[in-house]
């Protein structure tokens, strides 16, 4: 069965610092990759998306993804981060005919001025 | 504007109660989803609708029940069954992939149900 792990519960950096996020997935045919971002008690937004082609994808806020088939790897990249950039980050994998996610458990990212 | 509502934003019920979480989209979306999440756990499918009059159950589905009459609107009621209800409820839609593939999910605000 596919899977997502998020390594990291919680992540603290420093305004202007740059950020990585890891994801690693379990799924044996190509996948389709994503994430979202979620503020405080609110839903999901997209950041990004990867279907195919170029394996480095950009999103929106400034923030891009590298998919890394021989890791099974889709990690996501800030090269600066924004105060308003805290908030939880959920990677996902779109599996089956029936276009299901299956989500990691989220990492949630606290900056500091 | 279009998107997807849930409502109400908070929703408080006495155990035993049975209580519907409505969530309707204007996107003209086919697929609409109800996910749960609770903390440190990500986000769980509950059910999924593919086309109206037609739903499947996701991962956790013991204990809720969906419709799915009008394109529009896809209702979850949680039972009395569903033995730990309080979380944060979450609906979500996407249009058909033409050709195959996938198309990404939109997210409504969400639901926090607390069961009392």
């Known amino acids: 069965a596919q899977s997502v792990t998020q390594p990291d519960i919680h992540i603290t950096v420093s305004e202007g610092a740059s950020l990585e996020l890891r994801c690693n997935y379990s799924?044996?045919?190509?996948?389709?990759l994503f994430w979202y971002v979620q503020s405080p008690g609110q839903g999901l937004q997209l950041l990004l998306k990867y279907f195919s082609g170029d394996t480095l994808v950009q999103g929106i806020k400034g923030f891009e993804a590298e998919f890394k088939r021989s890791q099974s790897s889709f990690n996501l990249r800030k090269p600066s981060v924004h105060w308003s950039d805290a908030a939880e980050y959920f990677c996902?994998?779109?599996?089956?005919?029936?276009?299901?996610?299956?989500f990691g458990t989220g990492t949630r990212l606290q900056v500091t001025l | 504007d279009g998107g997807i509502t849930q409502s109400p934003k908070y929703l408080f019920r006495k155990e035993g109660q049975n209580v519907t979480l409505s969530c309707e989209q204007n996107?003209?979306?086919?697929?609409m989803y109800w996910y749960r999440q609770d903390p440190g756990q990500g986000l769980r499918l509950i059910y999924y609708s593919q086309i109206v009059n037609d739903f499947q159950k996701g991962d956790i589905a013991e204990g809720y029940s969906v419709s799915r009459e009008k394109k529009e609107s896809f209702p979850l009621t949680v039972t009395s069954a569903q033995k730990n209800p309080t979380a944060f409820y979450l609906c979500?839609?996407?249009?058909?992939?033409?050709?195959?593939?996938?198309?990404?999910?939109?997210f409504g605000p969400g639901t926090r149900l607390t069961v009392l």
């Open positions: 996902a994998v779109a599996t089956g005919t029936a276009s299901k996610l299956t």
């Open positions: 996107l003209n979306h086919d697929a």
């Open positions: 979500a839609s996407s249009r058909p992939p033409l050709g195959g593939g996938y198309n990404e999910q939109f």
């Open positions: 799924y044996g045919a190509t996948p389709y």
